[in-house]
């Protein structure tokens, strides 16, 4: 699938990102009918015009945010929520890691699993974050580079962590210390987006989840929920250049950086839908480690 035909791919998802983005940020039902109509438009137009699900994504946000009047986040009191209950875990599942015959795959594994943690890919009423939360590790790994991560862990000096999801930051603090634990001389700065965009995390959810308490974390300039690296700052673009080795959490960063993905750029995500399913080339509710993915992915569906 071409860029230029995610957009498409994606409409129902967007449409109701939009009702729920409305709904939280509590617009009138006028306001959200005619945010409803301009999405649609710009779903509709996407093929010829080569915008993107998150360029559309972004418009919603800016749209609603000059609505209100004010600069806001939208899903404030979820990430919040989000960071929370991932925080009531995150004693036992740090146990479950020490305990482990195999630290390393151990966080990985509930550092993907808590990729589950999307109100993109999710409304809110359909995200229940106490079962999820107790499933963590039943999620199985349909690819699973590990021996490639662990070869460039050998020999990487420093590493460039792409976060996702407030709430899923919680976990991915857990994977970093293990790394930090285990590969002491690695120097990891880890990325969040520039601004609020649906639950994706902030400098705000960083400092809110601890994970500034452990690493150094630089906002990307990435306003979508996603990496599209030139339009990211200067300061992420050269950090990306120089890292020996890069880890993207989730499905915007998945879907954004797919198209240049290289050796040393690692996916770690649950796959959530089709669309996603066809980009990678896993069923959806499967977890994957993938490196360099456009070489080997072969559609499933």
Do not use: W
Request: aromatic share 6%; hydrophobic share 45%; with cysteine.
């Amino acid at each position: 699938m071409s860029r230029k035909g995610i957009a498409q791919a994606c409409y129902a998802c967007v449409l109701n990102q939009t009702k729920t983005a409305a709904k939280y940020a509590q617009i009138s039902a006028s306001e959200t009918t005619e945010l409803l109509n301009q999405v649609q438009v710009a779903l509709d137009n996407s093929a010829q015009t080569g915008i993107v699900v998150q360029h559309i994504i972004r418009s919603v946000a800016d749209a609603i945010i000059e609505l209100k009047n004010a600069d806001f986040d939208i899903y404030q009191s979820v990430k919040q929520l989000s960071n929370k209950v991932a925080r009531a875990y995150a004693a036992d599942l740090q146990q479950q890691i020490n305990i482990s015959s195999s630290p390393l795959d151990t966080a990985i594994q509930i550092s993907a699993a808590g990729n589950i943690i999307d109100f993109g890919a999710k409304s809110h009423g359909d995200l229940d974050l106490e079962k999820e939360m107790q499933q963590l590790q039943e999620v199985k790994f349909h690819r699973y580079d590990i021996e490639a991560l662990r070869a460039k862990l050998a020999v990487a000096k420093n590493m460039l962590f792409i976060c996702d999801n407030a709430g899923e930051i919680v976990f991915d603090k857990l994977l970093i210390k293990c790394l930090q634990s285990k590969y002491p001389n690695l120097l990891i700065i880890a990325a969040v987006r520039h601004k609020p965009i649906i639950n994706d995390a902030t400098l705000v959810d960083a400092v809110d989840s601890g994970l500034t308490q452990i690493v150094k974390v630089i906002s990307s300039g990435s306003v979508y929920p996603g990496t599209i690296l030139p339009e990211t700052s200067a300061q992420f673009q050269q950090l990306y250049a120089d890292a020996d080795l890069v880890l993207a959490k989730g499905q915007g960063n998945f879907e954004t950086l797919l198209s240049i993905a290289e050796e040393k750029l690692f996916f770690l995500l649950r796959i959530k839908c089709a669309t996603m399913a066809m980009l990678s080339g896993v069923e959806p509710g499967n977890l994957v480690l993938m490196q360099n993915p456009k070489e080997t992915i072969k559609p499933t569906i």
